[in-house]
Structures are given as C-alpha cells and as structure tokens.
C-alpha cells in the first residue's frame, strides 16, 4: 500500500552494533514529565513506538548530581534507583521493535544546580547560562575534575545499558551540553590540553566516546549530537568549524546527530522557520564522514523526507515536533494514508511543558502526555455510551475537534455554524502574518469529517435556545468561541479603563474581520501571547506609524515559553514599530493616550489616531445561557446535556480549545467520577527513616 515515492525512507539502517528497521528518528525532546512524571513520559514513548518510529529517545536525562537544570524538570540518572524507572520507558519504547535512546546530558555551564547546591562545573570558569540569569558560577574543570566527569559518563553509560537502552546520545548541542561547551570557545578559554586549537577542544569528547564505547560499544551505539553553528559570531563554533570537526573526527560516534545553533535556531516556530530550514547548515556534511547522519526541520511531508535521503543529505529523518503532532507518522506513511498524516503546525505549544514546568500540551494532538494519566489514544477511541446523537454548536477548534472524536466514538453529529465557513478564529488568524500554517488544524479536521457518514455541518445555522430544543438532539455541546474585548479589561485593568467619547478604539476581531486602522496607530498589548506582535507587525507593513505598547517587560511576554520571542522583537523593529515596555495605559482620548509607568506611575501622553486593543476575550456564551435558563424544558425536549466547551467556556489558546473539545467527546455518557481526580499521577514513595 505504501507510495513506492517513500520506500527508500523504510530501509533498515545500522548505528554501531544495531540496526534501525527504518529512518524515522525521534530525535530528543523534552515534554514537561520528567522525573516527576515517568509513567506518562513512557507511555507517550511506547504510543510512538506503536506509530512505526524506527528509534525514539528519552529527552535530556541528566546523568549526574553535579549538574541539573532545575527549575527544569528532566529525566534523571543519578542512582541505581533511577534505573527501573528508565527501564519502563525503554521497554516501551521497543515494544513494537524501534531502538530505544537514551539522551545522556551533563549541564556544564548550564546547570545551576539549584536543587542538589553543588557547585556547577565548566571547561571555563563563568556565570552559567539560564534561561532565568541565575546569579551563579560555575567553576572551571581541574585535571581531577575531567577524569571524574569521564568516569560518570561510564557510569551512566552502564546504568542505561541495563536499564534495557540500545543507544546513547552524547548531548553537546543549542549550547546546553558539556560537550559543545568544551568545543566552543566561546565556553572552553582554557590553555591547557583542553583549550585552544580545534583538536584540543576535541579532546574531551574522544575520550568519552572512548571509554564509553569500552565499556558498552559492543552492545550499544553512540550518537553525538552537536550544533551545526552557534551562531554568536567568530568566538562560536561556526558550521565551517563544525566541518573540520567532522572531517578531523570522522568515525568518532556511530552516528552524528545534527541540530542547528540554540534551542530557539533549532525549534524555531513555524512563524519564523521554514519546513527543513537546516537543509544548507547539513548539506556537504556526509562527505567528511562515514557515519550515517539524522538532522531535523519539522519534516512534515514525506516528499520531503524522502527528498532529503536521495540527495544524500541525512540518513534518518530526525523528528521531534512532527512526532507529538502524530506519533503515527511513519505508519501512515507506510500503510499510505499520507492524508492521515496530522501535521505539526509548528506552534511551539509544546514547548511550553518544558520551560513552564508543567506537562506538555499540543494543538493538533491533544492526547499527548495523557497517553497513560487518562489512557487516551491518538488514533482509538473509547466505545459509544448509551445516547445516540449530538449537536455542535460552533465549529472552531474546540467544536471541530469534539466533532471529529464523537463520529469516530459512533455518535450523530451535526455542527452547525453561524458563519459561511467552519474553522472559527482559526481560519482568521491563519491570515495574520507568518501564521498560515495553523490553518493545518482546520484542514485536517475538515477532511477527516468528510470521510464520515455520521456527521453533517450546517453552514450559515445561527441557532438559539428555541431553535436547539425543537431539534431533538440528546446532547448539545456549545463550542460558540469568544470575542475579543474593546473595554480594556484584562490584566492592568480589572474593570473598562477610561475611555473618551470619540476616541477609535479597534480590536484584534475588528482587524481580521478586514477593518484596520491607519496613520498613527498605538497596539496596546496586555494579552502578552502572539496576537499583539503579530498585528503590530501587520499595521507596520500596511503602512501605518505603529507604537506597541505593553506593561511587560517584553514585547509578547509569554512566547518566551514558545522560543519565538527573541524573534519577535527585531522583526518588529525592522517593520519600524516603537516598542515601549513596562508602561500601561491609564486613558484613551479621540487623539492620544495617557501612559503610565507599571513601577512608578508616572504618566506620559502618546498621540494617536487610533488604538488597538488586546487585552482579555469575552466568552461568547450567549446559546449556552439560554439553554440553562430554560432546564426545565430539557427533558420533555429529549435533552439529556448541555456543556459548554473551549473559549466559550474559558477563553485560552487554540491548544486548550482543541484539548477541550476531544475531552467532551471522551467523557460524554462517562460515569461520573464526583470528586475524584480525573487523571492518574505518580506518588514519589517516602523514604524509611
């Protein structure tokens, strides 16, 4: 059945002393479980191994007391007692025969050490590089120090090979792991044998692989994964330098696992980074090695995929996003349902489990990380309960998802729309800038549903209270969205901010709807997400002065979490917008705003002809109010429930919508739990005394 296009993507492929059944790589990544939550990390593992990956890894487990990363919540092997724990996972992750990896990292010069107080080494002595600017240092490596560090990657090389791993990673790569910090010299200044010219600086680096490959090579392979450039000017290890490197070092590890510069270089959002954005970074490489190479680029397409082996740039398909999106990737390029495929859409929602410490979500696949807490499957559902029908009041992601995971449940769906296209506030964000990719979650949706016999959507079907209970249906799920608010309400303001008469007020509604402000227009930003740098961006380019304005101490304060908000910035800059931080508004006259400082209140007046406004979103819960206004009626009406879901409901980002839409269609008809927890977590077991 398969595409005869991508056979060449299914051909085993040997790392050191293992094969792999095909080049589907899960390269690394974290997930917001860690230690904490190894069980569900697991079970997200043994998920894709049952999608067709031919290796999956672990994410950044840390393999020893003198370097971690906490607040940062990652896997750990400090201990025998860690071993069953990783035991678990790897066993899940070769339950359907892909190789299980295991990341193994040593934080060096980013490992503040929080939690353990030991004092964090380094090739140089420097202050140690967090996301959060830790006012520590750490201690340069002495001779003693080395031959202890080389001994723990022994160790934990050991301790992975009988926690049942067939791979190691070596992490020295997006300027977290030991290893680029030694190449580096932006981080190794040293000048002794360590330091200074490239063979030097790669000294370290063989002698682990070596004494690893002593100890365990002749069960296990070993995979280096290094930045293709750091990209920090002459002091940082370039691509040409990565080359020689290569060229110098060509059979080191069994196989190089290569990733662009920084996390933000390497998982760039799809806003900023297009599919195989890598591609020039890798191209050339393979002729200074033997070694099989993986590389990554949110491949999504196979054409692509396949294209990138042909041309003999990499030998495995490295996929860490595309992977979350749909663990079932490989699969359904093999049973050739390419259309099946649910494409990342490189939001970088995911990411946000990871640096916000909780667990990881994803917009298009909103089973990931509940695999085991709530025993979801992404391509099973649970069977039908007793009612028959359902109607879905709104198709944006909440209702479209909920839609989608009822048919296949076997419920009557229908879905009616006000509008005279599904999709919801989907469909028009996608047409902001850089934003067109998350049109991916409409699209897939609506193509799914159309291979059902059991769902019908009723376009231009603006309903009521009146309406919905003639109809008959059982169920009613309302999914009506919500609207973005022009009274200012949000975060600095609790209650409408003083707002002249006269005065243009605009709201991001306003803007997608095809009604934009010009001249000089202010973007007042107390939502802090995408939306306010995205329009301010927007209004720049269709030629407007643009002054975005925000309490924060950042232009879209919380794509930090998502690894675009050192991008943002200097895009705004180049389009002309004048940022203004740590500043909110107080009033809005017809021709100017009255600013105030968030540390000392002291005001400043910004003329304007116009504001925009993205502050809170009001739910648009209207249909849902009243329906509970007249319960009464429900049962003669048939009606057994009425739930409200997704912005409707509590207004968030389109992860949450989609998250909240199949949690309906799983739970409808469920027993109902009263008081107890609605998912399963880990007990961390107390110590005897």
């Keep these: 059945m398969r595409d005869p296009r991508y056979d060449i993507l299914f051909e085993p ?9 095909n080049r589907l790589y899960q390269v690394p990544h974290c997930n917001g479980g860690g230690y904490r939550d190894p069980s569900a990390a697991a079970e997200m593992r043994g998920i894709k191994a049952e999608g067709g990956w031919g290796v999956i890894f672990t994410e950044q487990c840390e393999m020893h007391h003198t370097s971690e990363i906490t607040p940062f919540i990652e896997l750990r092997l400090w201990e025998d007692k860690d071993i069953p724990m990783l035991r678990k996972m790897s066993e899940r992750m070769k339950s359907h025969g892909a190789l299980a990896g295991i990341q193994l990292a040593y934080s060096g010069i980013n490992g503040p050490n929080l939690y353990t107080k030991e004092v964090p080494l380094a090739p140089s002595a420097l202050p140690i590089r967090t996301f959060t600017n830790d006012p520590v240092q750490a201690r340069a490596l002495d001779k003693s120090d080395i031959k202890d560090l080389r001994r723990w990657f022994v160790n934990a090389a050991k301790r992975s090979r009988e926690a049942g791993f067939d791979l190691i990673c070596l992490y020295g790569a997006h300027g977290f792991g030991i290893f680029q910090h030694f190449l580096s010299r932006a981080t190794n200044q040293r000048s002794d044998e360590y330091g200074g010219s490239l063979e030097n600086r790669a000294r370290f680096v063989n002698e682990v692989v070596a004494d690893i490959r002593d100890a365990v090579g002749d069960t296990m392979g070993i995979t280096l994964r290094v930045s293709l450039d750091e990209s920090i000017g002459t002091l940082g290890f370039s691509n040409a330098e990565v080359r020689d490197f290569i060229e110098m070092n060509r059979d080191l590890p069994d196989l190089w696992d290569l990733a662009h510069g920084t996390w933000e270089d390497c998982s760039g959002p799809s806003r900023f980074k297009e599919e195989g954005a890598q591609e020039q970074l890798v191209r050339g490489i393979h002729e200074l090695t033997d070694k099989p190479i993986v590389g990554v680029g949110r491949f999504t397409s196979p054409d692509v995929m396949a294209k990138m082996v042909r041309s003999g740039t990499l030998d495995f398909i490295g996929c860490a996003r595309p992977s979350i999106a749909d663990p079932f990737l490989p699969k359904k390029i093999e049973e050739g349902r390419v259309e099946d495929i649910r494409e990342c859409i490189g939001c970088n929602i995911c990411i946000t489990g990871d640096m916000t410490m909780s667990i990881s979500r994803c917009t298009q696949n909103p089973t990931f990380m509940e695999e085991w807490r709530k025993g979801w499957h992404p391509e099973k559902m649970n069977a039908k309960g007793a009612s028959r029908s359902v109607l879905v009041v709104g198709s944006g992601p909440a209702g479209l998802e909920a839609a989608w995971a009822l ?20 469909v028009r964000e996608a ?3 850089g934003l067109s990719a998350w049109r991916r979650v409409v699209d897939y949706r609506q193509y799914q549903l159309s291979q059902r016999g059991n769902v019908e959507i009723y376009l231009e079907s603006a309903l009521d209270a009146d309406s919905i209970l003639d109809f008959g249906f059982e169920n009613i799920c309302i999914a009506t969205g919500a609207t973005w608010r022009a009274d200012g309400v949000a975060r600095q303001h609790v209650v409408p901010m003083p707002i002249a008469e006269g005065a243009n007020i605009y709201t991001p509604d306003d803007l997608m709807e095809g009604t934009v402000p010009s001249g000089k227009v202010i973007v007042f930003d107390d939502d802090h997400y995408y939306m306010g740098g995205v329009l301010a961006e927007m209004l720049a380019k269709g030629g407007a002065d643009v002054t975005l304005i925000t309490p924060s101490a950042y232009v879209s304060d919380w794509t930090n979490n998502t690894l675009e908000q050192i991008a943002i910035h200097p895009r705004l800059v180049d389009a002309g917008v004048e940022i203004v931080l740590n500043r909110g508004l107080t009033e809005i006259h017809p021709h100017h705003v009255v600013s105030n400082c968030v540390y000392t209140n002291r005001t400043q007046t910004y003329e304007c002809d116009a504001v925009v406004m993205v502050a809170a979103r009001k739910e648009n819960s209207a249909v849902y109010d009243g329906l509970k206004a007249r319960e009464g009626e429900w049962a003669d009406a048939g009606l057994k ?26 739970e409808l008809d469920g027993a109902d739990i009263g008081d107890a927890l609605p998912f399963r977590r880990e007990i961390t077991e107390l110590a005897l005394d």
């Design 13 to 21: 492929m040997a790392i050191g002393p293992v094969t792999a059944k």
């Design 407 to 426: 048919c296949r449940r076997g419920y009557d769906v229908a879905v009616a729309e006000a509008r005279t296209e599904i999709g919801g506030r989907v």
């Design 431 to 433: 047409k902001l800038p």
């Design 641 to 666: 429930s009425v739930t409200i879901i997704g912005d409707a409901n509590a207004p968030g980002p389109i992860a949450w919508a989609t998250y909240a839409g199949h949690r309906y269609a799983r």
